[in-house]
Each structure stands twice: as structure tokens, then as C-alpha cells.
């Protein structure tokens, strides 16, 4: 009899962006010792943030928890350019982890703004990277999340509208609502090239292929991860049972039972190692990796990280 078998998606787990924070905030450790102050979770994975607590990371929610005068980590979902400013007034050394490819949304909500267009941000209204992108031009700035809500929207002047998407949302909804901006608005413009990311484009497509011949789809990632999150969603609505889980440990027997192909993957934000974790746990199941594209991309880390110097 033939074991069962996983169906491992490739790409998955860390992208270049998160490996980039991650990498910023253990260089620093490395240089300084802790603490390290991080606003907000470096990235959005619970056992990530663990790791860097347990070194000497010290993560809070607002500036007003780092000490004058301190170091503070940016997150890799970026910030707002009131919170720089506050940085700059409390005198803060700011080492800024934000991923290029959310530092590139921003421009682009700044552009946008700057030349009297109404910018439609399409995203979670809750999520840091909205909060941080909302923040660019406030004043010009709705955020929407369905085509429902563009049936909704009055703005100014009809003709003059853009739109900027979420780094980490499902691709296909997010057409949907494009979709719907355009019927409405039908001199909409958007970004150059796609907001949504590589990575998050990438681990949705594997996500796809693995789900077709799956039983059951298991995807490692933490509860606030977005991208996560969707490739979970991504999998149910191609029928497919799903559970989004934060390591091995989460996995109830009762999901496998007369199951024989799972398929595995991990969201960006979810560290190799738990996805190895969740095949040691699975037992002598036959592992078959099926690769979608090989990612090569990196990010180069901030100076001040490289050279091991103070601002």
C-alpha cells in the first residue's frame, strides 16, 4: 500500500522582504545586545517574534514606549510619516525594516495624491501596512476592501482617481474590486506594475496548483498574517477543506482522517523550519514538491546594519 502523500508548494515561507527584517533586527542584537525596541511585530508570525524576544528584542506598539534617545526597528508593514515625525522629536535612532516593495506604495500614494487625484487603497483597513499607507495622504485617501464598498464611494471628482492595492491580499479578489472601480470610475488609474507583491503572487499560484490534487490543504502561518490568511481562503473556495495553523502542534488528528494528499505550504511571514516541523509530524508520508517558480530576488540591508555603526 502506498503512503500517503504531501504536496509541498514552492515557493513558500519567508520571502525576501521578511528575511530582510528579520536579518535587520539580529544584526542589530548581534552589534548592540538587547533591547532592541521594534515597533509593532517585526513581521507577523508568533514564533518569529518569540525568537527575537527571547534574544533581547522588545517589541511595543507606539513610540511612546522607547525610551528617548533609543534605537527602534520600523516593522517590515512600514509606517505612517506621522510616526517619523514623532521619531525625529523624540530624537529616536530609526533603522527602518519596511520592505521596498511597501516603501514603493507609499511613493506612489504620495504621487497620486500630489497630483488631486481621489487614491482608492484596497486593503484591510486594520492591517499595519494600510494604517502606514492610509497615512501618506490622509486627506485624499479612502480605503476599500470589497466591490461593494466602491458601489459606495463619492468622491470629489470622478475623473480624477487612482487606485493602490495591499501588499499581501488574494489576487483575485483584488481584481474584483479593480474591476469594479474601473465600472465606476472609467478614467481610473493605477500603479506602473502590480502593488501586490512577488512573493505573495507567487505562494497563491503554488497554492493553487497543490489544492487541486489535495484532500486537505494546511497552511503555516500566524492568525495576523494576511497573506497567510488568503492562501487558507485561496484553497477553501477551490473546495478544498483548509486550516491555517501556527506550527505543528495545531494539527487535529480528526483533519486527516481518510485523508491521503495534503497539500503544505506557509505563508511569507512563517519561518522553513515550521514547515519541516509539520512533515516530521505527519510521519512516512510520501513528500512531493511541487515548484511553481524559483524565487532569487534579495533586498539589500540599511547601512547602518551593514557597517555594524550608530546613526
Known sequence: ?????VLLASPRSFCAGVERAVE????????RGGPVHVRKQIVHNVHVVA???ARGAVFVDELDAVPDGATVVFSA???SPAVRAEARRRDLEVVDATCPLVTKVHAEARRFAARGDTVVLIGHADHEEVEGTFGEAPESTVVVATPEEVAALE???PDRVSYLTQTTLAVDEAAEVVAALRARFPRLKGPSSDDICYATTNRQEAVREVAGDADLVLVVGSANSSNSVRLVELARRQGV???LIDDASAIDPEWLRDVQVVGLSAGASAPPRLVDDVIAALGAWDVQVRETTRETIRFTLPGIVRRGDRG
Open 1 to 5: 500500500m502506498a503512503f500517503p502523500v
Open 241 to 243: 477543506p483548509a486550516h
Open 77 to 79: 508593514h512600514g509606517v
Open 24 to 31: 535587520i533586527v539580529e544584526r542589530l542584537l548581534d552589534q
Open 155 to 157: 468622491v470629489p471628482d
Open 51 to 53: 525568537d527575537l524576544e
